[in-house]
């Protein structure tokens, strides 16, 4: 496999903004999703929250980052669920060629070897788009897309304030 194609949406080497919203304020999913994902040795993908509002207590923002093909989405990371207010900035590594394994946010992170077929056809059900466990990494099966979901719960939930950057390596 040659590794260093990108597409122009996609650079190799330059960062990118996969996503980014003001005061965004959604009671339900919320998805991007970009075509056009080459091959790579790894994704740096950051997602720096600036704020999440947490009036009532119990709203909880869980970011999902996904990769797609013609037809399914499956997730890649599942960032820790953001459930205090305040900036924070988590930063996830997804390795591309490789065997399809998990890393854990265990210190040191706990790895386990994947299925080399994932069931993808249905959000939400076996390893569909908003499957993998909070602080979980998926490494070794990407698609040609790459997108994220914004999964908000609690009472009320409030404006939260974020970007999700990507660097292609």
Known sequence: MNYGKASSKFPIGLPFTLG??????????????????????????????????????????DFYIVSADARNEWDIVHFPQIAATGAKTYVAAVRGATIPYQVTTAAPGVSSVESATLKTDTAGAGNGAKTLAAGIVRHGVVGNKLGYYLVVGGTTPGPVVFSIDVLIK
């Open 20 to 61: 980014t919203a003001n005061n965004l304020s959604k009671s339900a999913n919320f998805n991007e999703l970009k075509a056009g994902l080459g091959d790579f040795l790894e994704l740096l993908i950051t997602l720096k929250i600036h704020s999440a509002d947490r009036a009532n207590a119990d709203e909880t923002y």
